[in-house]
């Protein structure tokens, strides 16, 4: 069964603006995952954040965690064309034996 | 070196082929994973493998065969695949079996079948 769902399913901005995604999940977690697809190709991992942590960075990441919510937030700063991608959320499942992707949001980051 | 291989980049059969797709690791990373992705979805796990044995099957056909020879190749041979098997096989691995820890892809394989 589906663990994350993403929202909104596609976002459309120009460079330079910042880009927010949202992933929300049905039960309790240990860690939870962003990863990036370009188009046709293999995922990139972008940050893991733990349930005890509530806020990461990396670069021009940023993302948050509120477990009281369930729910994720993915923000991109100061976006560029080659941000433009599919953007995954992956929860745990089995015990964390291994995770689930959410449906995913689709980024296009326009020129 | 922190690239997964996948070969071929692509693959054209027909339901009565036997084909084999593989994927190779060397990073000294202890789980391996296969997920299938159909266009606009995420991708969906079907085989993991820790420790060179297989951990978990997500109820997969078996026209869909697994293999891990050695901890840094994993194979997946396929036989008598339907239309509907028409997917982007993906090739994953990481340190050790769990969500704590980040997954590398492979560029997947295209597969086609006719």
């Known amino acids: 069964s589906q663990q994350g769902e993403e929202d909104p399913q596609a976002l459309s901005i120009q460079e330079g603006e910042n880009a927010t995604m949202n992933c929300s999940y049905k039960?309790?977690?240990?860690?939870l995952q962003w990863y990036r697809q370009n188009s046709g190709r293999g995922l990139v991992h972008l940050i893991l954040?733990?349930?005890?942590?509530r806020e990461k960075h990396s670069g021009r990441l940023r993302v948050t965690l509120d477990t009281s919510k369930k729910s994720s937030s993915l923000l991109i700063t100061a976006s560029r064309a080659a941000d433009t991608a599919s953007y995954f959320c992956a929860t745990d499942v089995n015990y964390g034996q291994n995770f689930v992707f959410g449906p995913g949001t689709r980024l296009s980051a326009l020129p | 070196d922190t690239e997964v291989t996948q070969t071929p980049k692509h693959l054209v059969m027909g339901m009565t082929n036997k084909k084999s797709l593989k994927c190779e690791q060397h990073?000294?990373?202890?789980?391996m994973y296969w997920y299938k992705q159909k266009a606009k979805k995420p991708p969906e796990l079907m085989f993991v493998y820790s420790y060179e044995k297989l951990s978990i099957n997500e109820s997969v056909p078996s026209r869909f065969s697994p293999e891990c020879p050695n901890s840094s190749l994993l194979n997946l041979h396929l036989h008598a695949l339907q239309p509907e098997d028409s997917a982007l096989y993906l090739c994953?691995?990481?340190?050790?079996?769990?969500?704590?820890?980040?997954?590398?892809f492979g560029p997947g394989t295209r597969l086609t079948v006719t």
């Open positions: 994953a691995s990481s340190q050790d079996l769990g969500n704590a820890y980040e997954q590398y």
């Open positions: 954040i733990r349930s005890n942590e």
């Open positions: 039960t309790s977690i240990n860690n």
């Open positions: 990073m000294g990373h202890r789980a």
